[in-house]
Every structure is written in C-alpha cells, then in structure tokens.
C-alpha cells in the first residue's frame, strides 16, 4: 500500500542510500569518452573500417531538400540506407527511421505513409511492454506521475469529488497510484471522475480503446472502494 502518499515528501531511505553508494563506489569504472569530430578511418587486422557519421548525412540529406535538390538528397539517402538499419544499434536504428521519412517526403507520399502507420491497432500487451521498457530506461515519466499525482491528493485533501480532464489518456497508466493513494484518506474516499480522450482506433469501433481503459480502472476502483465515474470520448 501506498502509505506515504499524503506525506509532503516521499521518502528518503538515507541509510540503505549511503550503503549503496557505497557499493556503487567500489565498483565505478570510469565511462569511455565520445569524441566528436570528423569521420576517421582505422586499421583492424590489416584493413580499413570507415566509421559514417548518419547524423552529418541526415542533415545534409534534409537540408538538401529544403533546397529542392533531389538529385543531391538522393544520393545522401543511398548512403544512409547503405550504413542504417531496422535491427543495427541505436544509432542505425534511428537513422533507418529517419530515412523513411526523408524518403516519403522526396516522393511525396507523407501523409500515405502516416495513414498506413496509424491504421495498424497496437495490441494492449504491446503497448505494455513498451511503456515498461520506456519506464525502465527513463525516469522522468515515473517521477512526473509521482509529483502530479502527489500534487492531486494535497490540492483535494479535503473534497468530495475530483474531476480529472486526461487528453491522451492511451492505457491510463498514472492512476492507479492515485486510486490508492486516496483510498487511504481519512473520513473516506472522494467520488472520482476521470475524462479520458484519446484518438479514436481504425475500424468500426473508434472508442473501443479508450473504452476498455476506462473499465479497467473502474474495476481498480472497486477493489479499493472508491466511487468511480469514466466518460470515454475518442476524438482527434
């Protein structure tokens, strides 16, 4: 449960903090260093591995069709798709992205392109595990949640209702941790309504997804007996 949820601070675990500071002191390595700077060519076992800059050649690749020279930006796009790649490292993933796009805008087929994009359903699950990987590997959502959700419960310590507007509500993964925060008022929990608006779903069913969110969260609600109302509107 979420005990400290109407504490003014979260927190602090000062002495597990300093022993695994601790820990994490003997440990540290020092990080290798990126250089920046003009592609270089090295020898490995006797033959020449050329490192490509795929920022430098997105850049000239855009700017060339600011310019309106096709020729030139096509060339730039062969070598990126040369050096880019759906399952390379980070960077060649990006640049793989990047070149789609910089491709669709050349021929003209842009808006084609996003159309095609956003009439694939995302399954839930993928979403999901999505969202975890995202939440694992940055904190800023995590602790955005966290204040906001802090934030809510002090500014309604003592109503009877709190009416929340979410646009881009997606799988409503904030409230949760605010449904039972509350529950552990004193004097009982607040009635709470939540708006939740997303963009409507390809398909015969637009609302389906914002939908299915709002009765997940009415069946969290319930198992900590807090009043739940949800109005689902699927709109651009």
Known sequence: MNSSFYNESPACHCEESSDN??????HYRKPIESKRG??????VS????EVIDLRSLLTRCAQAMADNN???ANEFLKQIRQY?????????RLAHCFANALEA????????L???LTSRRIPVAESLKAYQTYVAACPFKRMSNIFANKSIGRLTREA?????????????????????GISLRLGGSPLLRIIGIDFPLPGFRPADGVEQTGRHLMNYCKKFNIPFECNAIAKK
Do not use: M
């Open 21 to 26: 500071e601790g820990k994490n002191k003997q």
């Open 38 to 43: 003009r592609p270089r060519v090295s020898k």
């Open 46 to 49: 006797g033959t020449k591995k």
């Open 70 to 72: 096709t020729a030139t």
């Open 84 to 92: 880019s790649s759906p399952y390379g490292n980070a960077t060649e």
């Open 105 to 112: 805008r050349v021929a003209g087929t842009g808006s084609a």
């Open 114 to 116: 996003y159309t095609a």
């Open 160 to 180: 009877t209702r709190i009416h929340i507007n979410d646009f881009g509500i997606l799988c409503g993964f904030q409230w949760p941790c605010l449904i039972q």
